[in-house]
């Protein structure tokens, strides 16, 4: 599509907007892809009406306003890019508009202190513990909260988990086949830090040593995401630092943290981190990728048959091109039975801090999901990501069915040690 | 908001009507950017007592109009009217009723193409008509611009599926054109409505053939090192006596856009690969599969494949319906052009597209459902470049004016539209562009639906450059 973008004058950040604008040919093949669209069935909420307001915005033919709120509407989920035929990046165009347009907008004192109240929690595992626990007593007076604060309350757990603080260095079980690098990530560790334990178990069963390198931090994306380019550039420069060591692979155990640091090189374009934030992206992977790819040991067969479904992160589907290995990973887990999930390719709502801050739509995808899981018969769900582990169990929940939500590493972890399924999540 | 908006408003519940800029700017396209318009305002109908009722609207106040479903028109064919009204349809999506014993589906004109099938799938029944656009192209535009597909080889165009329509006159009045019975009483009113491209009314309820889905398909893809050995395979294959699905060609640079786009395995470094589909009972499948594979070995191809799967069947077919905006990862700009030519000229016309190209210095990639002569080429082209789109255009027009001479079409299934009306003259006389316009002035004297495309000339809308005169009498105003 052409364009008349001033490129020069928005430097390395306008390079990227413009050359993804140029490969969109606006043929519509987007929609049926996009959950916004489907849920709102307006153009402006579909990727090429949002491609068209940004391209207006950034040519200086619409007001930033106007084309505001139906930006804001778009989970980043990137549905869209799997189903564009002509590779359109929608996923570092969104970002990087984000980041573009978020210091020069317009916003409220309440939504000002809100962001900031997230972008300085949910990253920091202390501090959001205690938030956490500030919220839990937040529930008491629930129902007399605006609706933006009900949101972050209804997500939370009836209970906290103990903290559980992570060694430097866990080393492989038997002979040592891989040494990896690994990324904690910040809410899974205080919402399910048996995330992490199921992963680490997994992998030095398997032979690998992991090392959790200290001086490491958020990865960034959510403040990517969410238009906070300085931030993400803060946190992307100390993890360039705390995994630049010599190591097999970078491994992460959550979707959007895998693809956050995946992105470091359009965060770091035109920056002189450019070449090292390359490297270290191309030594990232999914644990699901890099387990299949060392060829896993060999799983005991459950004690009955069990039904399972594989919800897809579209952080790692979409954004990441990964389904076929978490889905390899389950099959080779005897007494496993996969199921489908209908319309599996749609965002549940979770998407970072999407169903903080758009409660309503993330709210008619969490129960949409819900209830297709509940269709496809399954008796667990299993997931690659704390966002959409969240969501799906706060909706299941609402609708009444409390079935078992695991990742995917917590299933692998629990057939090795031969655990009851029944039990509930851990 | 001016007062014939704030009425229109109030005939919808809140929240149908659209008229701000960030609103209306995503609404200025549809698949074919080459033209923006911005609409006065576009508006959401859920039901045909809505779609009337903005119908009747639009006759009152003079203002023309334009009805989509999502928009993907390759002829500008659901561009909006600069100052008109948008009537977006895509929220009427249901499936009204499907009867697997009549073999019928009733949908509202919002649903989408692929999911007819879909809701068919589980009573072994398909719906045949299959432009590439399906995934996302809908049945009221399908029907409005007589969309055909790969499969239309075998099974004919969106006309040859549809049964019955229920319809909003331009004047707001609602007709039944056809039954849901194969026989029809008195003219075929349905098939004039058929590829109308908008301008008779809007379908609000239309009643789809089902078909039982083929029981085998025996899917062959064959590389050429040259475009014009299989277009002659082409003619081959039909002088053999055979009736395939489906058959397809690409040449080489449609094929490297599908593979950068599905990696759907195809041969890089073939200069044209042809795609053969056999359906049917599987005693008759593979008995004309033995016979096809020796015409294909006379044609000269330099490598067979035989799809294996139903995955590798699909995965072919994927890389094959992504081909047209896959091309826009070989270029930022291009035109898709639909021309049609006796199956018999093809080699002929394949061989004059290649010299326009090298004439007009401008890449031209070919796709086309070869089977029934439909031409697709892709002239690509950088708008950047100072006067490239115009000859682009004219290099379009040069293929067109070629498609007519050499006894064929101007459309094959992507219909005039703003991109085609020029050329209607080729293909039509004055008398019959006089009766056309006589039909369509006896249903729209205004001529309010879908103003200024298909016939050729320039509209009192689109020469209109001053204000509307509703704009001067203070009833209408664009902010």
Known sequence: ?426 | MNPALTELERLFPPGRLLHKPGELVPYESDALTAFRARPLAVVLPESHAEVQAAVRWCAKHQIPYVARGSGTSLSGGSLPIDGGLLIGLNRMNRLLRLDPVERIAVVQPGFINLQVSNAAAPYGLYYAPDPSSQPVSTIGGNLAFNSGGAHCLKYGMTSNHVLAAKVVLPDGETVELGSESLENTGPDWLGLFAGSEGLLGIATEITLRLLPKPETYHTVLAAYDSLAKAGEAVAAVVASGLLPGAMEIMDSLAIEAAEAAVKAGYPLEARALLIVELEGETPQVEAEARYLEEVIQKSGAYEVRVARSNEERLKIWKGRKAAFSAVGRLSPDYIVQDGVVPRSRLGQALQAIEELSARYSLRVANVFHAGDGNLHPLILYNGRLEGELHRAEELAGEILKLCVALGGSITGEHGVGMEKKAYMTEMFREADLAAMQRIRLALDPQELANRGKMFPGETPAQSFHGAHPLEKAGVISRE
């Open chain 1, 1 to 426: 599509m052409q364009h008349k973008i001033d490129v020069e004058q928005l430097g390395p950040q306008g390079e990227i907007m413009a050359h993804a604008i140029e490969a969109c040919v606006h043929c519509g093949f987007c929609l049926p892809a996009c959950p916004t669209y489907q849920v709102l069935g307006e153009e402006m909420d579909s990727p090429r009406g949002r491609i068209f307001l940004m391209k207006e915005v950034l040519e200086g033919n619409l007001q930033m306003e106007e084309a505001q709120p139906y930006l804001d509407k778009c989970l980043g989920c990137q549905g869209c890019v799997t189903a564009c035929p002509s590779g359109v990046p929608y996923g570092e165009l969104i970002s990087t508009y984000r980041g573009w347009s978020e210091p020069q907008r317009h916003r409220s004192p309440f939504q000002k202190l809100f962001r900031i109240g997230l972008q300085e929690t949910l990253p920091y595992p202390a501090r959001f513990r205690a938030a956490a626990r500030l919220g839990r007593l937040g529930k008491l007076v629930q129902p007399l909260l605006p609706p933006m604060l009900k949101a972050p309350l209804e997500l939370l757990p009836e209970a906290l988990p103990q903290s559980e603080p992570l060694p430097e260095i866990i080393p492989a079980l038997g002979e040592r086949r891989a040494r990896v690098a690994f990324l904690a990530g910040c809410a899974q560790q205080v919402l399910q830090p048996g995330f992490n334990r199921a992963t680490l178990r997994v992998l030095a069963q398997n032979g690998v040593e992991v090392v959790i390198p200290k001086g490491q931090s958020c990865c960034g994306a959510l403040a990517l995401h969410t238009g906070e380019r300085g931030r993400a550039l803060q946190f992307a420069r100390t993890n360039l630092k705390a995994f630049a060591g010599d190591y097999d692979a970078i491994l992460t155990n959550a979707a959007g943290c895998g693809s956050g640091l995946k992105e470091y090189p359009v965060l770091f374009h035109g920056e002189p981190e450019q070449a090292q934030a390359a490297q270290l992206a191309a030594r990232v992977k999914d644990v699901s990728v890099f387990l299949l790819e060392l060829g896993l040991k060999e799983v005991p067969p459950l004690k009955r048959p069990l039904k399972v479904a594989y919800h897809d992160a579209c952080h790692l589907a979409h954004a990441q091109g990964v389904r076929a290995e978490p889905r390899q990973l389950l099959r080779s887990i005897p007494g496993v039975e996969l199921v489908e999930i209908p319309e599996g390719e749609l965002c549940c709502g979770s998407a970072g801090t999407y169903n903080l801050e758009q409660p309503a739509i993330a709210a008619t995808l969490g129960e949409r999901k819900a209830r297709h899981i509940l269709a496809s018969g399954a008796e667990v769900v299993v997931t690659g990501n704390i966002g959409c582990f969240t969501q799906i169990q706060t909706h299941l929940k609402k609708l009444g069915r409390e079935l078992l939500v695991l990742h995917t590493l917590e299933l692998l972890e629990r057939a090795y040690a031969q655990a009851a399924l029944q039990e509930g999540p851990s």
